[in-house]
């Protein structure tokens, strides 16, 4: 099995399309590594800056940025610091991954911090809960890898603690608030990526491996009383995330074609798509033109997109009737 070298973890579409809708602006730009997001209590936008340490808050109409935290671990390589943020019991906490000692040997950076989960406390305060990177040298995987802490890229709240991806070892992590660290469920070469849960249930999609072909680019559900994975969808390049919005109805984020520079690079710029999953398991493209996208967020019937370079698109009416006006622009 051919070594994953995932630095950032970003992977023809079997869809239905008519007309769909291609991006041309941004919402806003000017974030550094942004990468993961979620809609806070307040209902406002919350995107990570991996490569500066912050969490910057977005008003979802005007467009309007604050920084929300910071003093968080930045990105030592260009990938990693702060890849998600999440809200439980009103209370922010952020993914941190590729900061560890371990990048030495392998990049020549002298990175020294702790790879796992950090309750935010304050604009400039943090406490790490949980070591996900110590768990990890103490419990390799079976896949191969080459980097011993793993790269982990999005967490997603669940039965009073995190679930968290973790595309380079393969495997989802359950992560308790007291620090407490398991696997969840183990996978194959498959690099999963972004997470969803409804109830029980829990949606995750996987990139594939490089180079990220159409059919190696799922949505798959289980659960802790079906741990086996049950696919939902499938035939999308480079899969990044995966979102209800409106109705229940459920959405895939592809970043699209993979750019081929090295494993772990992302896709070719302008050709991301979001993918309204229909009930035969084949996508329904809603706008496409992405640039690079890494995560989206829905606040009502409006999905907001985030992209590797710093941007956030904002592609209205999403859904369909009688959730939506059905009309996308």
């Given at each position: 099995?051919r070594v994953k070298r995932v630095l950032f973890?970003?992977?023809?579409?079997?869809?239905?399309?008519?007309?769909?809708?291609?991006?041309?602006?941004?919402?806003?730009?000017?974030?550094?590594?942004?990468?993961?997001?979620?809609?806070?209590?307040?209902?406002?936008?919350?995107?990570?800056?991996?490569?500066?340490?912050?969490?910057?808050?977005?008003?979802?109409?005007?467009?309007?940025?604050?920084?929300?935290?910071?003093?968080?671990?930045?990105?030592?390589?260009?990938?990693?610091?702060?890849?998600?943020?999440?809200?439980?019991?009103?209370?922010?906490?952020?993914?941190?991954?590729?900061?560890?000692?371990?990048?030495?040997?392998?990049?020549?950076?002298?990175?020294?911090?702790?790879?796992?989960?950090?309750?935010?406390?304050?604009?400039?305060?943090?406490?790490?809960?949980?070591?996900?990177?110590?768990?990890?040298?103490?419990?390799?995987?079976?896949?191969?890898?080459?980097?011993?802490?793993?790269?982990?890229?999005?967490?997603?709240?669940?039965?009073?603690?995190?679930?968290?991806?973790?595309?380079?070892?393969?495997?989802?992590?359950?992560?308790?608030?007291?620090?407490?660290?398991?696997?969840?469920?183990?996978?194959?070469?498959?690099?999963?990526?972004?997470?969803?849960?409804?109830?029980?249930?829990?949606?995750?999609?996987?990139?594939?491996?490089?180079?990220?072909?159409?059919?190696?680019?799922?949505?798959?559900?289980?659960?802790?009383?079906?741990?086996?994975?049950?696919?939902?969808?499938?035939?999308?390049?480079?899969?990044?995330?995966?979102?209800?919005?409106?109705?229940?109805?459920?959405?895939?984020?592809?970043?699209?074609?993979?750019?081929?520079?090295?494993?772990?690079?992302?896709?070719?710029?302008?050709?991301?798509?979001?993918?309204?999953?229909?009930?035969?398991?084949?996508?329904?493209?809603?706008?496409?033109?992405?640039?690079?996208?890494?995560?989206?967020?829905?606040?009502?019937?409006?999905?907001?997109?985030?992209?590797?370079?710093?941007?956030?698109?904002?592609?209205?009416?999403?859904?369909?009737?009688?959730?939506g006006k059905g009309k996308r622009h």
């Amino acid at each position: 099995m051919r070594v994953k070298r995932v630095l950032f973890l970003l992977a023809v579409l079997v869809v239905s399309s008519t007309a769909p809708f291609t991006v041309s602006a941004q919402f806003v730009s000017g974030l550094q590594g942004a990468s993961g997001s979620t809609v806070g209590p307040d209902g406002a936008l919350y995107v990570t800056q991996g490569a500066i340490g912050e969490i910057t808050r977005i008003d979802p109409w005007t467009g309007d940025m604050t920084t929300f935290a910071s003093g968080l671990p930045a990105s030592w390589i260009g990938s990693g610091g702060a890849v998600d943020v999440a809200f439980m019991d009103g209370i922010a906490y952020a993914l941190v991954t590729l900061v560890a000692s371990d990048l030495e040997p392998i990049f020549g950076v002298p990175a020294d911090d702790v790879v796992g989960i950090y309750r935010i406390d304050g604009p400039q305060a943090f406490s790490i809960i949980a070591n996900i990177g110590e768990f990890n040298l103490a419990n390799a995987p079976a896949t191969d890898f080459f980097i011993p802490t793993g790269v982990q890229y999005s967490m997603e709240p669940f039965r009073g603690g995190f679930l968290v991806t973790d595309g380079h070892l393969n495997r989802v992590l359950w992560v308790r608030l007291d620090g407490e660290i398991s696997e969840f469920n183990v996978f194959g070469n498959i690099v999963p990526t972004g997470l969803e849960v409804h109830g029980n249930t829990v949606y995750m999609s996987q990139a594939g491996p490089a180079p990220h072909e159409p059919e190696n680019g799922i949505v798959w559900s289980f659960g802790p009383q079906e741990l086996t994975p049950r696919q939902v969808a499938s035939g999308a390049r480079l899969l990044v995330d995966v979102e209800f919005g409106l109705g229940r109805t459920l959405y895939a984020l592809a970043q699209g074609q993979w750019n081929g520079a090295f494993e772990g690079s992302p896709a070719i710029p302008n050709d991301g798509s979001l993918l309204e999953i229909n009930e035969d398991g084949t996508f329904t493209v809603v706008a496409e033109g992405l640039n690079m996208p890494t995560s989206v967020e829905f606040i009502g019937n409006t999905a907001y997109v985030v992209g590797l370079a710093g941007e956030v698109f904002k592609i209205n009416n999403v859904s369909k009737p009688p959730f939506g006006k059905g009309k996308r622009h």
